[in-house]
C-alpha cells in the first residue's frame, strides 16, 4: 500500500528513473568486475580466503588480489585453484613443480601452510598433481580482514537477506 502511494506521489516516471538507476550500477559493478577479469587473465580476480590453512601468512576474511599470468609458477608462491568436486576455491603455497621436459607443462603439489599434509587428500580421486590450467590465479595482493562481511552472510544467510532487502527499499524510495 505504501508502493502505491509513493507511486502516486513521486510519479511512475520517478520509480522508473530509480529503477533504472539500480540496474545501471548491478550493471557497472558487473563490467568492472569482467574488465578486471580480463587484465588479470583470472576468472576471479578477488578472492576472500575462508578458512585458517594459510595461516600466519593470509587470516580468515583476509581479501586475496589474484593475477594468472603465463610465466612458470615456482615453489613458493601462493595460488589459487579449482577442482572439478569442489565448488570452492582453495587458497594453498606450492611446495613442489614438475616440468614435462617434452611440452613444458607444469604439475604441482601445494599445501596449506597451517596444514601437516599436502593437497593430494582435496584433489580430484586419483589426482596426485594440480595441473596449471586448473590455477585461478597467484596472490598478488591483499586486504587483511576486509572480507569479512562476506564470510558472515555466508554463515548467516537471513544477514545477506535483510542487508538486499535494505538496499532495495532505499533504491526505490530515494529521493537521488
Not at 538507476?21 to 557497472?28: D, M, N, Q, W
Request: charged share 20%; hydrophobic share 40%; aromatic share 10%.
Amino acid at each position: 500500500m505504501e508502493l502505491l502511494s509513493h507511486a502516486k506521489k513521486h510519479g511512475v516516471r520517478s520509480l522508473l528513473l530509480q529503477g533504472l538507476t539500480f540496474i545501471s550500477v548491478l550493471t557497472s559493478a558487473f563490467m568492472i568486475w569482467k574488465g578486471l577479469s580480463l587484465f588479470t587473465n583470472s576468472e576471479s580476480p578477488v578472492v576472500v580466503v575462508l578458512s585458517g590453512s594459510m595461516e600466519p601468512a593470509y587470516y580468515r576474511g583476509d581479501i586475496l588480489f589474484l593475477h594468472n599470468g603465463y610465466s612458470p609458477i615456482e615453489v613458493g608462491e601462493v595460488v589459487v585453484y579449482k577442482v572439478d568436486e569442489k565448488p570452492i576455491p582453495i587458497v594453498h603455497r606450492v611446495m613442489k613443480v614438475h616440468t614435462e621436459s617434452e611440452t613444458g607443462k607444469q604439475f604441482l603439489l601445494t599445501k596449506g601452510d597451517n596444514n601437516s599434509a599436502d593437497d593430494r587428500g582435496l584433489y580430484n580421486p586419483g589426482q596426485l598433481w594440480i595441473q596449471r590450467d586448473e590455477i585461478i590465479g597467484r596472490v598478488k595482493g591483499f586486504v587483511p580482514y576486509a572480507g569479512m562481511g562476506t564470510i558472515w552472510m555466508n554463515e548467516y544467510p537471513q544477514l545477506k537477506m535483510g542487508l538486499l532487502g535494505a538496499l532495495c527499499v532505499l533504491s526505490l524510495f530515494s529521493n537521488d
